[in-house]
T-cell receptor, first 114, second 113 residues
């Protein structure tokens, strides 16, 4: 079956612009996670959805970052007033339940802020 | 600050040797431990998970967990060039944050023919 998909695969934007990153989880997976990975580092947790609600958003770095999952499937990560420090690979993962085992990652969106 | 520490390497081993990758974690409440493999330019892929103290074997991979020492390791037997990748250790905080993984920075492994 289809895995986790993310679009776009690459996004280049200018400092100060608004961007949206999309994640389409594996069908039937109730849990969805966003991580951010900078070069040479491990993924850093941003937010976790169980169904439509954000169960844990403690990793969002500031109020410029926001994520939604209105129908409990596709999720969108939104970044306002982008900064060069936001440049990273944004990874989405999903799992059948809220347990970490079986967490499958998408290919990521590489965001570059110029 | 919950931390997961790994030696960034690179770790270089000859083909056929045993590669040993190590990880320590700071949160004694951690319940689940994972090893991910990440090829350059690709996303992480889960290869092993372990919950209980001791060893868990899956093919050429063995995960070892010692909660008292807050230490988890991954052994790769009969290493192959295709095992060359970055290996990420990850810890699940448990409690109400199931699934929220804290990752180490990764260890770069190179297996040379």
């Amino acid at each position: 079956g289809a895995g986790v998909s993310q679009t776009p695969s690459n996004k280049v934007t200018e400092k100060g612009k608004y961007v949206e990153l999309r994640c389409d989880p594996i069908s039937g997976h109730t849990a969805l996670y966003w991580y951010r990975q900078s070069l040479g580092q491990g993924p850093e947790f941003l937010i976790y959805f169980q169904g439509t609600g954000a169960a844990d958003d403690s990793g969002l770095p500031n109020d410029r970052f926001f994520a939604v999952r209105p129908e409990g499937s596709v999720s969108t990560l939104k970044i306002q007033r982008t900064e060069r420090g936001d440049s990273a690979v944004y990874l989405c993962a999903s799992s059948l339940t809220g347990l970490a085992v079986g967490q499958y990652f998408g290919p990521g969106t590489r965001l570059t802020v110029t | 600050q919950k931390e997961v520490e790994q030696n960034s390497g690179p770790l270089s081993v000859p083909e056929g040797a045993i590669a040993s990758l190590n990880c320590t974690y700071s949160d004694r409440g951690s319940q689940s431990f994972f090893w991910y493999r990440q090829y350059s330019g690709k996303s992480p892929e889960l290869i092993m998970f372990i919950y209980s103290n001791g060893d868990k074997e899956d093919g050429r991979f063995t995960a070892q967990l010692n909660k008292a020492s807050q230490y988890v390791s991954l052994l790769i037997r009969d290493s192959q060039p295709s095992d060359s990748a970055t290996y990420l250790c990850a810890v699940d905080a448990g409690g109400t944050s199931y699934g929220k993984l804290t990752f180490g920075q990764g260890t770069i492994l190179t297996v040379h023919p």
